[in-house]
Structures are given as structure tokens and as C-alpha cells.
């Protein structure tokens, strides 16, 4: 697995499994039904902030954004967002793109990162952050719409570097 700076030429790689986590309302509040154009944006960052991917040869496995959590005075704390293709779960992509993301904030000189939104029933993702140093420091309760759960909570968690 290679993790590498997204291209133009990933996005018609990216866009199906973005659409599917998406469509499935678990693990993100993006808005529903966006054709390829209308999704890209929310997805490829744009300097300051990156995109990567992580690809075996030309399969992309997952994708990861991030970049400054705040403009100005609350730019020194990085934010990131992952999907990993579900084809390709279970293979150590989220864990290797949360360890590359974190590599790339501090050698940036971020202060920390903060994730603002981990849908708290997402337990392999909240499983996966605490584990490479993230902490929850608080959940806003009922703030996620989850299709089999109802209403439940998003922690925001943080790591100082």
C-alpha cells in the first residue's frame, strides 16, 4: 500500500465508495444524492488543505482529507477525514492513512488536530483514533442522524502533537 497525493484522475476512483458511505447515513452528514461534480469538493481539498489516497498498484483503497480546522487564529490545529472503500476494510488502510495524516500535521508544525465529528456508534473508528492517541473530550448528544440507531452522539476528539 502507497499512500500518495490525490490526482484529478483519482476522484472517478474516489466517487463510488464516497457515494456508498455516504448513501449508507453511518458515519457522515455530507448532503445526500450529489452527482460526481457537486461531491468533489466536499472531498478534494484545496491548498491549504490535501488529499491523499492510499492505492495498491491502480486500485485506490481509501482516501483521506485534511488540513486546517479553523481559518486564522485557529489554524495551528489540523482536522482530517477518512473513507476507506468497505471492499477494502479490514486491511489496516484507515490505520495507515491516520498514521501518515498525523506524520504530515506535525511535520507541518500543527499544535494538534481535532476531529469535530466521530459519529460515537462508528466504534471502529472511535476504537481506531483512541488507539494511534486521540481522546474524546466531549459528545454532543443526539447531533447524527443514524439510520438503524436514530439520533446519537458525535464526540469530538483531539490529539496534542
Do not use: C
Amino acid at each position: 500500500m502507497i499512500i500518495r497525493d490525490a490526482t484529478g484522475q483519482d476522484w472517478p476512483k474516489i466517487y463510488p465508495f464516497f457515494t456508498e458511505i455516504v448513501a449508507a447515513g453511518e458515519t457522515y452528514a455530507f448532503p445526500e444524492g450529489m452527482d460526481s461534480e457537486q461531491a468533489r469538493p466536499w472531498w478534494m481539498e484545496q491548498a491549504p488543505g490535501r488529499t491523499v489516497v492510499a492505492v495498491d498498484g491502480d486500485t485506490v483503497l481509501g482516501s483521506a482529507k485534511m488540513g486546517p480546522n479553523r481559518p486564522g487564529r485557529g489554524a495551528h490545529i489540523a482536522t482530517a477525514s477518512f473513507m476507506v472503500d468497505p471492499a477494502h476494510q479490514g486491511r489496516g488502510v484507515g490505520r495507515t492513512l491516520g498514521g501518515h495524516v498525523l506524520d504530515w500535521a506535525r511535520a507541518q508544525g500543527y499544535h494538534g488536530m481535532q476531529f469535530n465529528a466521530v459519529v460515537e456508534t462508528n466504534t471502529a473508528a472511535v476504537g481506531l483514533w483512541q488507539a494511534i492517541g486521540f481522546e474524546i473530550l466531549a459528545t454532543v448528544p443526539e447531533a447524527f442522524e443514524h439510520p438503524a440507531h436514530g439520533r446519537v452522539g458525535l464526540h469530538m476528539m483531539y490529539q496534542r502533537l
